[in-house]
């Protein structure tokens, strides 16, 4: 039987049971939470984790800090896994000294948001390699239904939370580029300007998008609206930067010669 219990990082930190939250203290413990929970079942010393919660120095209280944290999400922990579903445990490894010591979170990691996100992506991107566009299309879409917001979006922005966090936004826009290449690869170019649109948008400048972009408009019919993209976007190399893409500069000689068709 799969347990009902659920952890979300994608977004606000949380957790919950059959939908229902789950109370999990202050924001510290639920960094410790994420922490572990993102480690997929490895154990992390003490001292990465006192590391990772104060980087700027940890007071000399620091690893007791840790001990309580710890103590109350595995009270937390038992408290919500019924007993007939895999054991969710936290569990504690001696080591030579209290710094040394680590603890590990033995999870089924489809409980997770951001690691059933990350194996998701990871699978379009294999059938995509594969030649399978609707099989990666459809993992794509899957992943993208995981996300919710801003990841840890609740945690203080220690270096260890931004990487984390920086990391999942940009696993989340090649998700989300790439399913826009499949739509387009399986003939639903019309919904693939629309995505690119919204991210050329949001990632202005991003040469992958406005290549992307200008190639589902050619083959929309919108030729003039393809090379007016290409040259804004070429223009504003040029200014900024005295130089252009070759990509950029590629992609716009294939709009003109009509060759672009030939390759989708």
């Known amino acids: 039987m799969a347990t009902d219990l659920q952890f979300l990082l ?9 939908g229902t939250p789950i109370s999990l203290g202050p924001p510290q413990r639920r960094a410790l939470l994420a922490l572990l929970l993102l480690a997929r079942s490895q154990a992390v010393p003490v001292a990465v984790i006192r590391d990772r919660l104060w980087p700027t120095g ?12 710890v103590h109350h999400l595995r009270r937390r922990l038992r408290e919500h896994t019924p007993a007939d579903a895999p054991a969710t445990e936290l569990a504690g490894y001696p080591g030579y000294s209290r710094e040394q010591a680590s ?9 997770v948001d951001a690691l059933v996100f990350q194996r998701r992506a990871d699978r379009g991107r294999e059938l995509e ?7 990666a299309l459809e993992m794509c879409i899957t ?3 995981r996300w919710r917001g801003e990841p840890l979006a609740d945690l203080e ?12 936004i940009d696993l989340c826009q090649d998700v989300r580029t790439r ?13 693939a300007v629309v995505d690119l649109q919204q991210l050329n948008l949001e990632h202005p400048g991003n040469d992958v998008i406005v290549v992307l972009l200008s190639t589902a408009l050619f083959l929309t019919g919108s030729r003039r609206r393809a090379l007016a993209l290409l040259d804004e976007e070429l223009a504003r190399w040029e200014q900024q930067y005295a130089r252009v893409p070759e990509q950029l500069r590629r992609q716009r000689e294939l709009v003109l010669s009509g060759a672009l068709e030939e390759q989708w």
Do not use: F
């Not at 994608?10 to 059959?18: C, D, T």
């Not at 399913?179 to 919904?191: E, F, I, K, P, Q």
């Open 157 to 168: 922005p220690t270096p260890y939370v931004r990487a984390i966090r920086q990391g999942l």
């Open 143 to 145: 992943a993208q239904a």
């Open 10 to 18: 994608l977004g606000p930190v949380s957790a919950r049971r059959a």
């Open 129 to 135: 390699g594969k030649g399978d566009y609707k099989g």
């Open 103 to 111: 603890y590990a979170l033995h999870i089924d990691a489809e409980a």
């Open 179 to 191: 399913a826009a290449r499949l739509r387009m690869r399986t003939g639903a170019v019309s919904d």
């Open 58 to 69: 940890a007071p000399a209280t620091a690893i007791d800090a840790i001990q309580v944290h």
